[in-house]
Every structure is written in structure tokens, then in C-alpha cells.
């Protein structure tokens, strides 16, 4: 697990938003605050726990963008194989793993998760934090993830809510100012944006999760599981207090486990049938 490839930093031409150092850091200011770190301390472990992983079982971060959730993995116990389309993200996360001292347990791999290079039937565990939402192929994505599970194994599914307060409340908002919103595409899993980001496109697709689950059992996966994530993800539009406010609202939402129905992000843990 030590022979992590050399990978790129900074490609002179970044070939999508993904490749952007302006991404890296505006998801850390975006997403891991101080705040929401604590939340991840916990919630990926209880995801891991639910998966049945144990210390000491192999698992895939399958787009572990800057490799904070692989490194919690470790922390948990894990090995980790940490794949991601982008080669800027992958670096980021080699550099923290490092800084983390956990290194030797993760093995890096550039690889798209339309076109996944891994065998069929190759993990145990399988998971996949707001990543698929930014794949515009879903159903390559779905294929492939479901491929490379294991018969009996676990796979975890970190998504955006179609039907979440946070949407509800931008739509009635659009609605009065009458500013509908730009880029949208209904799909059969849920609601598609396409987002400008960081002088590029960033696709954003909030699921409908019963479509979602209705299209993994006729892929023969079941739900065993499905929990409200992040309650709400309105606190990176806004600064200062009330947005620390609005993280402890996450945390608390989190720890009472306020249902799924109406929160921003859920994670679905799905088993594939023997
Ligand atoms: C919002 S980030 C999430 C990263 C990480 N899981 C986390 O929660 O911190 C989305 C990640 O998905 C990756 N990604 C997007 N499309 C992908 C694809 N087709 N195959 C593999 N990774 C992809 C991006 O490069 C990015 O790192």
C-alpha cells in the first residue's frame, strides 16, 4: 500500500472545475469548517459502522476529492484504495494524508467512475461521499460502482435531496423574484443543475431518493439503511455567527437523527443481493 503514484499538481490546463485549485479551497471554506469537521468525526465512522466495516477491513473512498474521509477511514481503522477522476484533488489528498501520517494505508489511483479500470466484484465496502452528484453519466456511475462491489458487500451513497428543505425554500425564493433557475434538467433519478463554478460547470443532481432506491433493487442492491447527513448546506452562503449557528443546527439534527424526508444530504447504504 506504500507505492502511491506520483501524481500531478496543478495541471497547466485544468481540463474541468475539478482540476481547479480555486475548487480545493473553496470546498475546504465551503464544506470543512471547524465546525463540520466535528460532524464528519463522527458521521463517517456511524456510516462505516453500518456498512459492517471493521478495523482492519479494505475500503474505497470512491472519489475522495482532497482525501478527508479517507484519512478518517484510516483513523477508524481501515486500508483505504482512494480513487478520483481528478488529479488535483488526488494530490491534495496524498499531501494530507501525509501531513496526517497515514500514508502507507491508502493507495491513490486516477480513475473515472464512468469507465472504472478495478475488477468486478472487488470490495467489500464501497463509498461514495457527494461525489455521484457530480457525475453527469449516472447510470455509468451506478454501473460501475455496483460492479466492483462484492456479492453480500455494502455500498454507501452520499446524496443531495430533491425534496430538502434547503431546495424547497431556494425554489419559493426563485419563485418571488422571479428568477427561474438556469441549467436545469430533470432526470429519471431526480433534479439536475448545471452550476457556473469557478469559470467552468459544475453539475449538481439532487436525488429523489425512492427513485434512487427503486433503481438500485433492479440493479439487485437493497437498502438497508437510509439517514439525514447534513441538514442543511445554506450555511456556506452565509458568514460569522450565523453560520456557525447554523453548523451546530447540523450537528444537533444529526445527533437527534431528524428524518431524512427533508434534509439536504442523505447517505443510503445498499447491499448487493448474493
Ligand atoms: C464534492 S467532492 C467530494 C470529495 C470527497 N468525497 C469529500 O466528501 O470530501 C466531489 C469529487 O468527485 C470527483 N469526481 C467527479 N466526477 C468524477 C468521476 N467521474 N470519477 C471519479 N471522481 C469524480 C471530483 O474530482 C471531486 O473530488
Known sequence: MTDAPTIAVNPAQPENVF???????????EYY??????????????????????PGNHVIDAGCGPGVHSI??????CTVTAIDLSHTMLAHAKERSIKAGVESKIKFQQDDLTKLSLPDNSFDFVFNWGV???VPDTMAA????????KSGGKLALHITNEKSLDFSFERLIRKILNKPLKGREDTPLGTGVWYEYNDDKLWVLRFNANSLISEMKNRGFTKISRNAAEYTELQWRIK?????????????????KFPAALSNTQIIIFQKDL
Open 19 to 29: 482540476e481547479r485549485e480555486e475548487t480545493v479551497s473553496d470546498w475546504d471554506q
Open 33 to 54: 469548517h471547524p465546525i463540520a469537521e466535528k460532524y464528519y468525526d463522527v458521521a463517517v465512522p456511524d456510516m462505516l459502522r453500518a456498512m459492517g466495516a471493521k
Open 72 to 77: 478518517r477511514a484510516v483513523k477508524y481503522g
Open 132 to 134: 455521484i452528484i457530480h
Open 142 to 149: 451506478l454501473d460501475n460502482l455496483t460492479r466492483i462491489t
Open 240 to 256: 460569522g455567527p450565523f453560520r456557525s449557528a447554523l453548523l451546530y443546527f447540523n450537528r444537533l439534527a444529526y445527533k437527534l
